[in-house]
């Protein structure tokens, strides 16, 4: 079973600030990786997914892949209330359709 | 489009009994999955299935049973059930062209959830 391990937090980060959120991985065969945010009693939405090295903008947020290191992070700019959720990590290996998810990371902003 | 859809919300069981977790998507996805969620945890993988009539065990199977007779349903039944099988349970689809490969998003799309308390 592919390990996927995320800091629980909480994160708590005035608004206006960067939230910064890491992911690291146990399966150095894994091959895609998605953020997902949660807000409590929701179900996960996809918010990026990433799979070359290096950073992938969308928005507000960049998310960041390093394979070599075996970790993926998920930078929030411009911290926002609404941002206030649970995020995921999830991956994927090489010939394979099933995720293994972390955890997750709760950020709180605080206005 | 609805999208993913489960049924009931909210349900409470007593130990022994079972009941019948449903799961439809409209959105013509050939592979589902159900999950569970516990308080603090991440999304562990119960059952999946890649297509109508095909179905595999996950990570924490056991207890549960599915079955796929129709692209649109796969309702997740618990028999027996017991308070370790409380939790949050959602169920998933996502389409995956075949002879693809697993590189791009495929991204899943997650129903509502049907929050289930035993005991």
């Known amino acids: 079973q592919k390990e996927v391990e995320q800091n629980s937090g909480p994160l708590s980060v005035p608004e206006g600030a960067i939230a910064s959120l890491n992911c690291t991985y146990s399966?150095?065969?894994?091959?895609?990786f998605f953020w997902y945010r949660q807000y409590s009693g929701k179900s996960p939405e996809l918010i990026m997914f990433?799979?070359?090295?290096g950073d992938k903008e969308d928005g507000r947020f960049t998310a960041q892949l390093n394979k070599a290191s075996q970790y993926v992070s998920l930078l929030i700019r411009d911290s926002q209330p609404s941002d206030s959720a649970t995020y995921l990590c999830?991956?994927?290996?090489?010939?394979?359709?099933?995720?293994?998810f972390g955890a997750g990371t709760t950020v709180t902003v605080r206005a | 489009n609805a999208g993913v859809t489960q049924t009931p919300k909210f349900r409470i069981l007593k130990i022994g009994q079972s009941m019948t977790l449903q799961c439809t998507q409209d959105?013509?996805?050939?592979?589902m999955y159900w999950y569970r969620q516990d308080p603090g945890m991440g999304l562990k993988l119960i059952y999946y299935s890649v297509g109508a009539g095909i179905t595999d065990k996950g990570e924490v199977p056991n207890g549960y049973n599915v079955s796929r007779s129709t692209t649109e349903d796969f309702p997740l039944r618990l028999e027996l059930a017991a308070p370790s099988q409380t939790s949050v349970y959602f169920c998933?689809?996502?389409?995956?062209?075949?002879?693809?490969?697993?590189?791009?998003?495929?991204?899943?799309?997650f129903g509502p959830g049907t929050r289930l308390t035993v005991t």
């Open positions: 990433i799979y070359s090295n």
């Open positions: 998933a689809s996502s389409y995956h062209p075949y002879l693809s490969g697993t590189s791009g998003s495929y991204e899943q799309y």
């Open positions: 999830a991956v994927r290996g090489i010939n394979d359709y099933k995720l293994s």
């Open positions: 959105m013509n996805h050939n592979y």
């Open positions: 399966d150095r065969g894994s091959q895609s």
